[in-house]
C-alpha cells in the first residue's frame, strides 16, 4: 500500500510521503491540497527553478525529478510538468512504485496516454490519477446528480465555450504556444476540460465534424477550434475552444427533454471566469411558453482542489479502483481531442496530424 510509520518525527499515525515535481501554479495548489490532508505530508519538491532559488518553505527542494527520487524515500509522486515529458516522469514513478497523480494533459499526443497505460498495467497494484479538476467543482457536482437521476429526462444535446484572450495568460511561461513542448493549443490545454466534462456528462462522441485555426495569434497551434460531435445515442455536442474569448469564459449549456442546466462561471485563481452558477430549468409545456421556472444556485467557495485530492488518497489508502480522473478517461478525452484535430483536413495535413484510436 505504501503507507510508512512516521511516528518517528512526531506523527502518530501512518502517513504517506508526497514528492511534486514542476512547482509552478498547479504545483503549488497541489502542495497546499497534500498538506491539508492528514494522511499526507510534502517531504519534497522538484523544479529547475530551484537550481538558483531555494524555496521560502520547510520542505526538501531539488532541481530536477531524478534528484528527488534519488535522495527521497517517498509513496505518491504528484506530476506537474510540461505536457513533452509528463508521461515520461510518469511512467518512471510508476516504475519505482509510486502512486502518480497527474496533471492534465497527460502528454503530447494519444501515443503518450498509451505508454502511461501499459505502465500502469505492469504495476496493477499502483493508482493513477489525472487532474480533470473541473470535474470536483460544486457545479458540476450538482450537474451530475440531476442528470444522472433522469429528474428531467436525456440529454437532447449540449453547447459549451470555454475562451480566454490569449494563449499565455497571467505570466505563464510561452511553452504552450510551442507544439514540440505542448502538442496543440487552447483546445489541448484548456478545451480539454470541456471535452471531458461532455464525456462526463453524456459519454463518448464518435462523429466528430471540426474547423481549427491559428489565424488570430500565429503559433503553430490552435487559438481556436469550432467542433460539433454526435454520440451513438444521438446526443449532439457543440464546442468552441478559444484563445479570443476577450472576456474570459466558461459556460456549458445541457438541454434535456424535460428541462436544462446552464453551467456558467468557474471559480478558478485567477476570478476571471465570474461567479460560478448552475441554472436549473424546469420545462411545462402546457403553460410556460419558453419562459421556464429557472432556479440559480451560486458557489462562493471553490473546494474542487482539495476534493480532488482526497478522492486520489481514499483510493490508496482503501485499494480501490480510481473511477474519475482514471487513465481510461484520460485515454479517452485525449482521442476526443485527436478526433477534432484529424477531422479538419486542412490541419491534419498542415501539422502531420495521425489520426489516433
Not at 446528480?145 to 499565455?168: A, E, H, P, T, W
Not at 476540460?193 to 490552435?222: C, I, K, P, T
Request: net charge negative; aromatic share 10%.
Amino acid at each position: 500500500m505504501g503507507l510508512r510509520d512516521r511516528s518517528n518525527i512526531g506523527y502518530c499515525a501512518m502517513t504517506l510521503r508526497v514528492g511534486i515535481v514542476g512547482f509552478g501554479v498547479v504545483g503549488k495548489k497541489r502542495y497546499a491540497c497534500f498538506e491539508a490532508n492528514p494522511n499526507t505530508q510534502v517531504i519534497a519538491v522538484a523544479d529547475q527553478m530551484f537550481a538558483d532559488n531555494k524555496p521560502d518553505f520547510p520542505t526538501n527542494s531539488y532541481s530536477n525529478f531524478e534528484a528527488l527520487v534519488d535522495q527521497e524515500n517517498i509513496d505518491i509522486l504528484v506530476v506537474c510538468l510540461t505536457n513533452d515529458v509528463a508521461a515520461d516522469v510518469t511512467i518512471k514513478g510508476l516504475e519505482l512504485g509510486l502512486h502518480v497523480f497527474c496533471e492534465k494533459p497527460p502528454g503530447r499526443n494519444v501515443g503518450d496516454i498509451c505508454a502511461v497505460r501499459k505502465a500502469e498495467a505492469a504495476h496493477s497494484h499502483l493508482k493513477v490519477k489525472y487532474g480533470f479538476n473541473h470535474r470536483y467543482h460544486d457545479s458540476v457536482i450538482e450537474a451530475k446528480r440531476l442528470v444522472d437521476s433522469q429528474k428531467f429526462g436525456k440529454i437532447i444535446n449540449m453547447r459549451g465555450v470555454y475562451g480566454k484572450s490569449k494563449l499565455i495568460t497571467f505570466g505563464q511561461s510561452d511553452w504552450r504556444t510551442k507544439r514540440e513542448i505542448a502538442g496543440g493549443g487552447v483546445l489541448l490545454d484548456q478545451g480539454i476540460h470541456m471535452v471531458d466534462l461532455m464525456r462526463y456528462f453524456a459519454g463518448d462522441f464518435n462523429q466528430v465534424h471540426s474547423f481549427v485555426s491559428n489565424s488570430y495569434w500565429g503559433h503553430d497551434v490552435e487559438d481556436n477550434a469550432y467542433v460539433l460531435m454526435r454520440s451513438d445515442e444521438g446526443v449532439v455536442a457543440m464546442l468552441n475552444s478559444t484563445a479570443t474569448s476577450w472576456r474570459h469564459r466558461f459556460e456549458l449549456d445541457i438541454t434535456m427533454e424535460k428541462g436544462g442546466l446552464v453551467l456558467a462561471g468557474i471559480l478558478s485563481g485567477s476570478k476571471s471566469y465570474g461567479a460560478e452558477k448552475l441554472t436549473i430549468i424546469e420545462a411545462n409545456f402546457e403553460w410556460d411558453n419558453g419562459d421556464p421556472k429557472e432556479t440559480v444556485i451560486r458557489y462562493n467557495r471553490d473546494q474542487s482542489w482539495q476534493r480532488e485530492v482526497d478522492s486520489f488518497l481514499r483510493h490508496i489508502m482503501d485499494d480501490t479502483p480510481v473511477e474519475s480522473g482514471s487513465s481510461l478517461d484520460a485515454l479517452r478525452s485525449m482521442e476526443h481531442v485527436y478526433r477534432i484535430y484529424s477531422a479538419d483536413e486542412q490541419w491534419r495535413r498542415q501539422f502531420s496530424i495521425e489520426i489516433q484510436e
